[in-house]
């Protein structure tokens, strides 16, 4: 009993760190950051929930650092700029005070989309821990006698860690270890932990390349459940308009400005070069 107890507190955790993640990458990121989709009042409001949950400041300065973090990518305006090494780009930043240059910028920035964003205002207004952290752990309580202790430290507190160090990896991990097929000139990795442990956000090279793009990756919905859910609502007819990048675009820029390593091009490289040596 004890056993089926504790699988059922860990499915708990998992359903609510995946709620969490959602309303970071689903709803501050690709939604309200880049506008890479539209959404729906009840899909809006969801997503704003879920983000509650992630507690992560609220939307509206969520967005605003992440807008400021792709303009000034990698200078003293980057809020969590990882030329200033992993420690600080992964949670160092939010132990000291901004730099002067993240909150100029950050003031200069057009944010008038958000301030017309009823929920994204709200939400910013009256965001509270309950999400966060009292509902994750009553709802155990009251469905199936889970204890207080358990809900608190499980769905709670650690499910509330780990979502936290997952997000926080796109900021160092994706910035430092990886390939970068389509542009080699910018720090931003295509990196598979990361895409993995936060749900799909870690094919960042990509990201940095095609900000605009609602898949942040071109592999659809490989290592990538963000899209999937994306995908889903729009199937239902919540979400709408998702802006891709086409595939010609994609091998274009990887050709002009990727390291070789994009295994879509490769194949088209190496034909045009045995032609050559042919032709030789």
Same mark, same amino acid.
């Given at each position: 009993m004890p056993c089926q107890v504790l699988v059922a507190a860990a499915a708990a955790a998992a359903v609510c760190f995946l709620m969490s993640a959602l309303g970071v990458t689903a709803g501050a990121h690709r939604l309200w950051s880049h506008r890479t989709y539209k959404a729906t009042t009840p899909l809006r409001v969801f997503l704003a929930l879920a983000n509650s949950m992630a507690f992560q400041n609220d939307i509206y300065e969520w967005a605003r650092d992440h807008r400021v973090h792709h303009k000034y990518s990698e200078t003293d305006a980057d809020p969590h700029n990882a030329s200033r090494g992993f420690f600080f780009s992964h949670i160092g930043w939010l132990l000291v005070r901004k730099h002067p240059d993240v909150l100029e910028k950050g003031r200069k920035l057009e944010l008038s989309d958000l301030k017309a964003d009823p929920v994204v205002m709200f939400q910013r207004n009256y965001q509270v821990l309950l999400?966060? &952290?009292?509902?994750?752990?009553?709802?155990?309580?009251?469905?199936?006698?889970?204890?207080?202790?358990?809900?608190?430290?499980?769905?709670?507190?650690? +499910?509330?860690?780990?979502?936290?160090? %997952? =997000?926080?990896?796109?900021? *160092? %991990? %994706?910035? !430092?270890?990886?390939?970068?097929?389509?542009?080699? =000139?910018? @720090?931003?990795?295509?990196? +598979?932990?990361?895409? &993995? *442990?936060?749900?799909?956000?870690?094919?960042? @090279?990509?990201?940095? =390349?095609?900000?605009?793009?609602?898949? =942040? *990756?071109? &592999?659809?919905?490989?290592?990538?459940?963000?899209?999937?859910?994306?995908?889903? !609502?729009?199937?239902?007819?919540? %979400?709408?308009?998702?802006?891709?990048? *086409?595939?010609?675009t994609i091998r274009a820029r990887a050709q002009r400005t990727g390291d070789g390593s994009n295994k879509i091009v490769l194949p088209e490289v190496l034909l045009k070069m045995k032609i050559s040596a042919f032709r030789r």
């Open positions: 999400l966060c &952290f009292l509902v994750p752990m009553l709802v155990p309580w009251y469905l199936w006698g889970e204890s207080l202790t358990v809900g608190y430290f499980l769905p709670g507190l650690l +499910r509330y860690t780990v979502v936290l160090n %997952a =997000t926080w990896l796109v900021n *160092s %991990a %994706a910035h !430092m270890w990886g390939n970068r097929p389509y542009d080699q =000139t910018i @720090n931003p990795r295509e990196n +598979r932990f990361v895409a &993995f *442990s936060a749900v799909g956000e870690g094919f960042h @090279n990509y990201h940095h =390349t095609f900000p605009f793009d609602y898949a =942040t *990756s071109e &592999f659809g919905h490989k290592l990538n459940l963000t899209t999937v859910f994306i995908d889903c !609502m729009c199937y239902l007819g919540l %979400a709408m308009d998702r802006k891709k990048v *086409s595939k010609d």
